[in-house]
């Protein structure tokens, strides 16, 4: 699976828009963006993946750029119960789902 | 949705015995669970995968022998720490695989809220 890169941490104002980044330059053309998210002392959560288009669901939206070499996960309206750790993670199918979890990116939501 | 349970969510045991995780899924089957540890301030780290009706699939440099996985029924996977040390201490979190649903094929893993282990 490629490796992906994310800043090691960043904070975000409550209320505001969240634009969480990852980078994956070797990402080949059958592997998948995932994104999840683990709030403190609790399990991963799911949040959303894509393999070239943006996608939007109820949670956050993802945007993936034109080479695939990148994305954004956006956190519309950022509340302070988003303050978790948000993982990037990228897989083929083939890989017999499980995940390997890199650092992350620890988000802080500010008052 | 689909939801995963684990069972103890914290359990604290003396050094030398052995101890049970349960993980379930509770409204679907689920032939494939995946175990993690998690060590304070550190990413989650696959233990191994573990496979309905067969031996589980063991990560490089985890002691089978150490992690006794058991996957029993469809809803069903039990990790044991056996003979557990202090090292041992750490917080263990299982997976499932649920169908995402999406034309692309693509897969999500639910995950339970995870069991810390305290070994004294």
């Known amino acids: 699976d490629a490796k992906t890169t994310q800043p090691p941490s960043m904070d975000c104002a409550e209320g505001r828009a969240a634009n969480l980044p990852c980078n994956h330059s070797?990402?080949?053309?059958?592997?998948?963006v995932y994104w999840y998210r683990q709030i403190h002392s609790q399990g991963p959560q799911y949040i959303i993946h894509g393999l070239k288009n943006n996608e939007t669901n109820e949670m956050a939206s993802l945007i993936i750029t034109e080479d695939r070499k990148s994305s954004t996960l956006i956190l519309p309206h950022a509340t302070l119960r988003d303050t978790a750790v948000y993982y990037c993670i990228v897989r083929v199918k083939a890989a017999g789902n499980k995940l390997t979890f890199g650092g992350g990116t620890r988000v802080l939501v500010k008052p | 949705g689909a939801v995963v349970s684990q069972h103890p969510s914290r359990v604290i045991c003396k050094s030398g015995t052995s101890v049970k995780i349960e993980c379930r899924s509770l409204d679907f089957q689920a032939t494939t669970m995946f175990w993690y540890r998690q060590f304070p301030k550190k990413s989650l780290m696959l233990m191994a995968t573990s496979n309905e009706g067969s031996k589980a699939t063991y990560e490089q440099g985890v002691e089978k022998d150490k992690f006794l996985i058991n996957h029993a029924s469809l809803t069903l996977s039990t990790l044991t720490v056996t003979s557990a040390h202090p090292e041992d201490s750490s917080f263990y979190i299982c997976?499932?695989?649920?169908?995402?649903?999406?034309?692309?094929?693509?897969?999500?893993?639910?995950f339970g809220a995870g069991s810390r282990l305290t070994v004294l």
């Open positions: 070797t990402i080949s053309g059958n592997e998948y």
């Open positions: 997976s499932a695989r649920v169908n995402s649903g999406k034309s692309s094929g693509a897969n999500v893993l639910t």
